[in-house]
């Protein structure tokens, strides 16, 4: 593993993000098509992660969303089950920029709260 560019940290509660799910224009600006079928089958704590994994990347990357949107972001799962991070446009940008090759995530949950840790690695 290379060196530590950047680190994100985020909390989500799973009850905010289930209440805004219930809005279509929340749901399809925030997740991608195959994050949507994945929250349709898993529920609002997965959108939670999601939601928080986005955030953690966000601040990993230095910036907020300062250039680029949550679309810029998509998590999904590898073939074993453990989210890996897929950046576009300007977050992918960002992260070049600061010399990064890759962004690790984990995302975990708790007593009604979602929390994720982005890495940002050379």
Do not use: W
């Not at 950047?6 to 209440?19: H, V, Y």
């Amino acid at each position: 593993m290379g060196g530590v560019l950047g680190l994100g940290l985020d909390l989500c509660a799973i009850g905010r993000i289930e209440r805004a799910l219930q809005n279509e224009r929340f749901l399809h600006r925030a997740f991608s098509e195959g994050e949507r079928g994945r929250i349709a089958d898993r529920g609002a704590a997965t959108a939670a992660g999601y939601f928080a994994a986005k955030e953690a990347v966000a601040k990993a990357l230095g910036t907020g969303f300062d250039g680029f949107f949550l679309d810029s972001i998509e998590i999904e799962p590898d073939a074993p089950g453990c989210p890996q991070c897929i950046l576009k446009g300007k977050a992918l940008e960002r992260m070049r920029e600061l010399g990064g090759s890759r962004v690790l995530i984990t995302i975990t949950h708790d007593a009604g709260v979602a929390a994720a840790v982005a890495v940002i690695v050379s």
